[in-house]
């Protein structure tokens, strides 16, 4: 990285500007370095928010297999004990 603003120093010096680029350097170095944190916040954000929206889904899926498991398990029930007796129970 020294290097490479040694090398942009040399750059500038032929335009006279070496002076003022090197203050502004770190600048905008920083600045860089911000808005790609920004963005990759960004990102991830998305990517967050995207996931959030999958768990809701599969967890309403779930909920939906759930009850009619329970459901069929209730169907499977009364099938097996058979029609409900006068009282309103089931026959034993």
């Given at each position: 990285m020294a290097k490479h603003i040694e090398d942009l120093s040399q750059f500038l010096q032929t335009f006279g500007?070496?002076?003022l680029a090197l203050?502004?350097?770190p600048v905008l170095i920083t600045a860089l370095a911000s808005f790609l944190v920004a963005l990759r916040m960004m990102a991830l954000n998305k990517e967050i928010a995207d996931l959030t929206s999958r768990v809701h889904q599969l967890e309403?899926?779930?909920h939906r297999?759930?009850?009619l498991e329970i459901k069929e398990s209730g169907a499977s029930l009364r099938r097996a004990t058979g029609p409900p007796k006068e009282n309103g129970g089931p026959s034993v």
């Amino acid at each position: 990285m020294a290097k490479h603003i040694e090398d942009l120093s040399q750059f500038l010096q032929t335009f006279g500007v070496a002076p003022l680029a090197l203050l502004l350097l770190p600048v905008l170095i920083t600045a860089l370095a911000s808005f790609l944190v920004a963005l990759r916040m960004m990102a991830l954000n998305k990517e967050i928010a995207d996931l959030t929206s999958r768990v809701h889904q599969l967890e309403g899926a779930e909920h939906r297999r759930l009850m009619l498991e329970i459901k069929e398990s209730g169907a499977s029930l009364r099938r097996a004990t058979g029609p409900p007796k006068e009282n309103g129970g089931p026959s034993v």
